[in-house]
């Protein structure tokens, strides 16, 4: 099967979606795959496909670009007839002391946004107590126990936030709402609605690159994140391949 690019036509054999939200984070997912990627411009979309059928894309960031973005590279790949059988939502974030230190991996079993509602004088409320939406994905139960096997990483609820956290109010705040959270970041929320709306499996994945809490520059440590990210794409490259929906039926 191909797609009509700016390049010219481009054999479509990448089956599975890997977001991140800028392209430090793309390229460090790349660095996992040998052999040089191929840029395919799409409309409102940049791929870079690897050689091992994983098409990266730097998303944006924020859920709303980063579900604007993904939704332009799933409906280009359903479009041409081999649509993605997942979208991964992957980078840095940040993570919630003591269960996700500066460097670990966390993979969501629930990712979900933590900002989405309406404050009231008795607290926040979610979107769904308001009767609109949804705030939760849940990946496959199966993709999910291989993800974490395969990088030796704890699995928990990864929150979506438009605002990062920059106090120690708003992170035990967050930590009571959400008492499984271990991680934080801006994009996989997007991601997942955008994935969601066509019926594609989702999954995220974390490097932690700073605790959650007070703002402090000097404790984020980027590029150890980065290759964090780096060496467990190298891992989960073999349970991405092998795993398929059915293994949840």
């Known amino acids: 099967m191909v797609v009509q690019g700016q390049e010219g036509l481009i054999t479509t054999s990448a089956r599975v979606l890997v977001a991140t939200a800028v392209p430090a984070e793309r390229d460090a997912v790349a660095r996992a795959f040998p052999g040089a990627a191929e840029e395919v411009r ?8 690897t050689a091992a059928g994983v098409d990266l894309l730097a998303a944006g960031v924020g859920p709303a670009l980063a579900a ?8 280009a790949a359903a479009l041409a007839g081999a649509p993605y059988r997942l979208a991964v939502s992957a980078g840095i974030g940040g993570g919630f002391a003591p269960e996700a230190p500066v460097g670990s991996l966390v993979v969501a079993d629930a990712i979900t946004v933590a900002d989405l509602g309406a404050e009231t004088p008795d607290g926040f409320l979610p979107v769904t107590d308001l009767g609109f939406g949804t705030v939760t994905h849940h990946p496959p139960e199966s993709l999910v126990r291989a ?11 990864v ?11 708003r992170a035990a705040g967050l930590r009571a709402r959400h008492p499984r959270a271990l991680a934080e970041g801006m994009e996989g929320f997007g991601v997942a609605e955008a994935a969601g709306a066509q019926g594609v499996p989702v999954l995220e994945i974390r490097a932690v690159s700073n605790p959650v809490g ?23 490259a073999p ?6 929906t059915h293994d949840d039926q």
Not at 68 to 75: C, G, K, P, R
Not at 214 to 236: C, M, N, Q, S, V
């Open 214 to 236: 007070p703002r402090d520059r000097a404790a984020w440590r980027i590029g150890d994140a980065l290759a964090a990210l780096t060496e467990a794409f190298g891992k989960l």
């Open 239 to 244: 349970a991405l391949e092998s795993w398929n």
């Open 147 to 157: 993800a974490c096997e395969a990088i030796g990483a704890p699995a928990g609820t």
């Open 42 to 49: 799409l409309p409102g979309a940049v791929l870079c496909r």
């Open 159 to 169: 929150l979506t936030v438009s605002t990062v956290t920059g106090t120690a109010t």
């Open 68 to 75: 604007a973005s993904s939704a332009a590279a799933l409906t």
